[in-house]
C-alpha cells in the first residue's frame, strides 16, 4: 500500500506561480512512478506531469516549458512547480502513484487561476 499526501493548491493570479508536493509513504519501494493530474469541471481527468523511477519524465503538451515535475527520494516526495499559470489551469490536482497494475491517488488539491 502506497499512501500520498498533497499540499500547496490555493487561489493564484493569471500569470502567476504555485508549488504543489506529494509525500509518499508506504510501500515507498514498490513505486514505479510518480505523477500529477488534473481534473476540471465536466472534462475527464488528464495527466499533467509523470516521473519514473529511472528519472524519465513526460509532460502535457499543455505545460510543457511553463510546468516542472521533479523529486526529492530523501524525503519521497515529488514537486510540481508551476509557473506561467493559465485559467485554463484550473482543476483539482491528484498525485498519483504507480506500484506494478497498482494506481494510488491522493485526496486531490484544488488550484484555481483567476484574478
Known amino acids: 500500500q502506497v499512501q500520498l499526501v498533497e499540499s500547496g493548491g490555493g487561489l493564484v493570479q493569471p500569470g502567476g506561480s504555485l508549488r504543489l508536493s506529494c509525500a509518499a509513504s508506504g510501500s515507498i519501494s514498490s513505486i514505479n512512478a510518480m505523477g500529477w493530474y488534473r481534473q476540471a469541471p465536466g472534462k475527464q481527468r488528464e495527466l499533467v506531469a509523470a516521473i519514473t523511477s529511472g528519472g524519465s519524465i513526460n509532460y502535457a503538451d499543455s505545460v510543457k516549458g511553463r510546468f516542472t515535475i521533479s523529486r526529492d527520494n530523501a524525503k519521497n516526495t515529488v514537486y510540481l512547480q508551476m509557473n506561467s499559470l493559465k485559467p485554463e489551469d484550473t482543476a483539482v490536482y491528484y498525485c498519483?502513484?504507480?506500484?506494478?497494475?497498482?494506481?494510488?491517488w491522493g485526496q486531490g488539491t484544488q488550484v484555481t487561476v483567476s484574478s
Open positions: 498519483n502513484a504507480r506500484s506494478g497494475q497498482e494506481d494510488y
